[in-house]
């Protein structure tokens, strides 16, 4: 029996190494699609790219003809459209742009399958940011959507043009409406690693302060290595569906501060300082999911706690920061 072969659009980023690893995990050929950029960073997954079961592919998704050779070239079985314009302050500085990546490429991703091979089964990460301005606490898969970013209203777009392709062309699509999910590899713009990193390098010396926006916002924090096996539970069902994914518990980016800086054995209220320039223009409060659709659909239950999951990557920053401070003798003569 032929291996089971899967196309991961966003494999750089956090989500799709973790994802690239778990499928490797399960003996699939991995596709990973790269856009052509002098910038891209390949960090995330340099420990794989010497497995020959992954092969790295040129494509966009602002080009829906290379899509469609890239589906033709391979005949993969499964879809994962990770990539997109993912920090939400970028998005109010390059709304255009975040909207042709974030909300038109699941368009080009779905439409490429529905040419070229309908049978494909298809993945889109749909996003906590979606809900926005809460109607209810906590989020469901019936919650209504209110974004309050142009990442959050992309995304919207994203999740009901998946829904739509499902229910118009009868593609195996479905949409992970997963919440904040972190790990050591998460962008260093992110509050979460700005705030581990921060904790790390005031540790040893190397800033005096931590600038934060909004501290009572809060969240679900998961960890992104569980998260990923959700995506892959859904496209092995037997009926496409949506799913929250979430940990159910929310903590406030002061509780983040505090136990980040527990890890390192300081106080961290005489280091983080509010800047109002971290505001968002328009604030999401309390994002909380209840993830018991998944849990009893798929059998997915999150594995790292969310102090597990602030201790692993204190730990990892803090590693990092002495790297810095001594870096290794130099292999030169």
């Known amino acids: 029996m032929s291996k089971k072969k899967a196309l991961i659009t966003g494999i750089t980023g956090q989500d799709g190494s973790y994802l690239a ?52 070239d391979y005949q993969p079985d499964e879809v994962y459209n990770l990539a997109a314009q993912s920090f939400v302050p970028t998005s109010w500085k390059q709304p255009v ?19 070229v091979d309908p049978k ?15 109607r209810e606490v906590p989020q ?18 994203g ?33 979460t690693h700005k ?9 040893f010396g190397l800033q005096n302060e931590l600038r934060l926006g909004n501290l ?7 960890y992104a290595g569980d998260y990923v096996k959700a995506m ?20 406030s980016v002061r509780e983040l501060c505090q136990a980040a800086f527990d890890c390192v054995g300081l106080d961290w209220e005489k280091y983080v300082v509010v800047d109002k320039q971290f505001y968002r223009p328009a604030e999401v409060d309390v994002l909380i999911g209840d993830p018991s659709k998944a849990k009893s659909k798929l059998g997915w239950q999150p594995q790292v706690t969310f102090d597990g999951l602030v201790k692993m990557m204190v730990e990892s920053d803090l590693e990092i920061v002495k790297a810095e401070l001594c870096p290794p003798p130099s292999s030169l003569p």
Request: charged share 25%; proline share 3%; net charge negative.
């Open 232 to 251: 892959w539970l859904m496209l092995q069902q037997d009926i496409p569906d949506d799913y929250v994914i979430a940990t159910g518990e929310t903590h």
């Open 21 to 72: 690893e778990f499928l490797l995990e399960q003996d699939y050929k991995v596709i990973g699609m790269v856009r052509r950029t002098s910038t891209i960073n390949f960090d995330r997954i340099k420990h794989l790219q010497d497995n020959p079961e992954l092969e790295l592919v040129q494509g966009d998704l602002l080009d829906q003809v290379s899509l469609i050779g890239i589906l033709q």
């Open 159 to 191: 999740h009901w043009i998946t829904v739509n392709y499902r229910e118009s062309y009868g593609l195996f699509a479905c949409s992970g409406i997963l919440f904040n999910h972190e790990s050591p590899r998460r962008g260093v713009d992110f509050v």
């Open 97 to 115: 742009l975040t909207g042709e990546f974030t909300a038109l490429g699941v368009t080009r991703v779905l439409d490429a399958i529905r040419i």
């Open 216 to 222: 009572d916002s809060k969240r679900d924090w998961g």
């Open 140 to 157: 469901t898969e019936k919650t209504p959507f209110h974004p309050r970013s142009p990442y959050g209203v992309a995304k919207v777009y």
């Open 120 to 134: 494909i089964r298809f993945y889109q990460a749909s996003s906590s940011e979606m809900f926005g301005k809460v």
């Open 195 to 203: 705030v581990t990193l921060g904790a790390a390098r005031i540790k």
